[in-house]
């Protein structure tokens, strides 16, 4: 039974850990977790599943494991694996999920296979995309084993890195980005109404969820949804006019500022 170890305790790793445990794809007794500070969190997923074992040294955890997640932020990688670059052996697989550190960054540091993955927090509802990239020299049986881990709450989609970034602003930040939107059409229609805002919330959430559903279930496309709703000369009309005018600067910027700061991030990491 392969032993799976986990670097960094926070919001994505306890997601990842979580759902790979209700799903099954792991046992309590192949997962190792080290993170920097034992907060509550660890100690209260510990509690609930005592066969877990918490390491004390991010070291420790890399002489057991067989797989080790990568699961801190970017400007913390470094530290990470510069201390455990010596057990990440040829036989171990290593997957980071950080932002803007490539495989080939870490390749450079380490032995062991390195693959990346992009998880996305709509996994917490067994939703959305894991994008996940191989390095060189990982194995089929070592792409095969992230997959089955991955498959069971997500869609997975193997991409080559040059692509990474621009897909996961489709995926991993999108959540952000839709209630963003969102919060701004709820806030103008506040200025203009006299509805609650609760009720403004669930009448949103409802279309969001709804529009996605008919997305996927009818498979239309997102211009036969905007034929279906804006009648010629009706109202929606007016409204899909003013997106469509304004809307293309502010994604243009949006993508070219995102992908800015992905390179910037690879070059302030400074992985040697
Ligand atoms: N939040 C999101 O939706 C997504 C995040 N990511 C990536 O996931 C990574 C983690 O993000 P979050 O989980 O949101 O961050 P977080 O701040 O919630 O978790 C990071 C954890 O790492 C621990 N840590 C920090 N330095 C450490 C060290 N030297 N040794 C051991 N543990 C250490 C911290 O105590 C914390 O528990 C980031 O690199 C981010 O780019 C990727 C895709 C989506
Ligand atoms: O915002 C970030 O840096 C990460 C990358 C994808 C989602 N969250």
Known sequence: MKKIGFIGYGSMS?????KMLQHQTLKEEQIYIYSRSQHEGVSRFKNCHPAVTLTSTADELA???DVVF?????????????GIAPRLTSVKHVISIAAGVTTEQLAR???????????????EVDAGVSLVVHHEQVTEQQKEALTQM????????????????????????????????????????LSKSQLRATDAYEMVLEALLGTAQLLKQKQMT??????????????????VNILQAHLPPAFDELVTRTLDKYTAFQKQVDMQ
């Open 14 to 18: 306890s997601m990842l850990v979580s």
């Open 63 to 65: 002489a057991n494991c």
């Open 70 to 82: 990568i699961c801190v932020k970017p400007f913390d990688v470094k530290e990470v694996v510069k």
């Open 109 to 123: 540091l380490i032995s062991a296979p390195v693959s990346k993955l992009m998880p996305s927090v709509t996994s």
């Open 150 to 189: 991955l498959e069971a709450f997500s869609l997975v989609k193997v991409i080559h890195e040059q692509d990474l970034d621009a897909a996961t602003n489709l995926t991993g930040s999108s959540p952000a980005y839709f209630s963003a939107i969102c919060e701004t059409f709820v806030e103008a229609t």
């Open 222 to 239: 997102f211009a036969e949804t905007i034929d279906r709703v804006a009648t010629k000369g009706g109202i929606t009309e007016e409204g």
